[in-house]
């Protein structure tokens, strides 16, 4: 994953495209998990961090009476969290998400 990515800003900053390039990192601080059933505290506990990336990539633009641009947006985002005393029926431990969009922009 970090391979890529890295390989695909290379590629853009050799090429001299104009893309926009937006990274995000987040950290949710540890959080007890209390079941509605019951009431005393189970111990378990969890955090997570976040990576997002996003990439704007215009393919083509115009420059007519009327401008318009096409592009593609691809975005992702990682998930990664770190519990305590809870097994790996109860949660996912890596969440992934991916987004592919195509965009027209004219005034």
Do not use: C
């Not at 995000?24 to 955090?47: A, I, M, N, Q, R």
């Amino acid at each position: 994953m970090k391979q890529l990515f890295f390989s695909i800003i290379l590629v853009l900053i050799g090429n001299s495209v104009n893309a926009q390039i937006s990274l995000k990192t987040e950290y949710l601080g540890t959080s007890k998990y209390h079941p509605e059933d019951v009431e005393k505290s189970s111990g378990k506990e969890g955090s997570a961090f976040v990576y997002q990336a996003n990439l704007k990539l215009p393919l083509s633009i115009s420059k007519d009476s009327l401008p318009k641009i096409w592009g593609v947006d691809i975005s992702g985002a990682l998930v990664d969290l770190d519990n305590t005393n809870l097994n790996q029926n109860e949660v996912f431990l890596i969440l992934p998400t991916f987004r592919f969009r195509y965009f027209t922009f004219a005034p």
